[in-house]
Antibody, heavy 128, light 108 residues
Framework: QVHLVQSGAEVKRPGASVTVSCKAS????????ITWVRQAPGQGLEWMGW????????NYAQKFQGRVTMTTDTYTNTVYMELRRLSSDDTAVYYC?????????????????????WGQGTMVTVSS | DIVLTQSPGTLSLSPGERATLSCRAS???????LAWYQQKPGQAPRLLIS???TRVTDISDRFSGDGSGTDFTLTIDRLEPEDFAVYYC?????????FGGGTKVEIK
């Protein structure tokens, strides 16, 4: 069975950084990119970005450019998402997700969609 | 970015009734790459429908998706108690993939 297992909840001070991990199993890791989506308390879903599992390609939401870095470790089938310069607005549940396929749009951006597999979510709380 | 507007914000229905949820895009969704998710409190979203109308494996046939271009609909026939949740649409026809604001289906 396909699984994505995320690291545990984090509490951070404003200005700090957080790294959330997402370990994949049950499929060929390098065949699918991984997407990060977050959800603030009581709010909707927000796409943060996508990373290829087999090359350095990334595609970050403009909102997070310069503040987020996504990396992969093909030896442990793990994807990492680091978010820097945290503020209270970053308090949210962070999900990793895998789509059914990776796409390249007309502008050359890579991404995936129709996320059939999700991690369990990682609560990140930013508070002084 | 493509903006997805879901309506209504909240739908109050009784078990056994039909729910009709709308998702309207600010631009045409390429290849009708529109997905629907169900989310219950404390859980990750669950994919129901991809490519506007393709039901995912193991999803009840009471769920159906329709539409193309900019207007899409999710229909839930004969609401069951477990169907009361929040539903999101998502377009993945172009980057960045975007989500609608959600429709809450609540028990009347």
């Amino acid at each position: 069975q396909v699984h994505l297992v995320q690291s545990g909840a984090e509490v951070k001070r404003p200005g700090a950084s957080v790294t959330v991990s997402c370990k994949a199993s049950g499929y060929t890791f390098v065949d699918y990119g991984i997407t990060w989506v977050r959800q603030a308390p009581g709010q909707g879903l927000e796409w943060m970005g996508w990373i290829s599992a087999n090359n350095p390609n990334t595609n970050y939401a403009q909102k997070f450019q310069g503040r987020v870095t996504m990396t992969t470790d093909t030896y442990t089938n793990t994807v990492y998402m680091e978010l820097r310069r945290l503020s209270s607005d970053d308090t949210a549940v962070y999900y990793c997700a895998r789509g059914g396929a990776d796409y390249r749009d007309v502008n050359g951006y890579f991404y995936s969609g129709a996320f059939g597999v999700w991690g369990q979510g990682t609560m990140v709380t930013v508070s002084s | 970015d493509i903006v997805l507007t879901q309506s209504p914000g909240t739908l109050s229905l009784s078990p056994g009734e039909r729910a009709t949820l709308s998702c309207r895009a600010s631009q045409s969704v390429g290849s009708d790459f529109l997905a629907w998710y169900q989310q219950k409190p404390g859980q990750a979203p669950r994919l129901l429908i991809s490519a506007a109308s393709t039901r995912v494996t193991d999803i009840s046939d009471r769920f159906s998706g329709d539409g193309s271009g900019t207007d899409f609909t999710l229909t839930i026939d004969r609401l069951e108690p477990e169907d009361f949740a929040v539903y999101y649409c998502q377009q993945y026809g172009r980057s960045p993939p975007t989500f609608g604001g959600g429709t809450k289906v609540e028990i009347k």
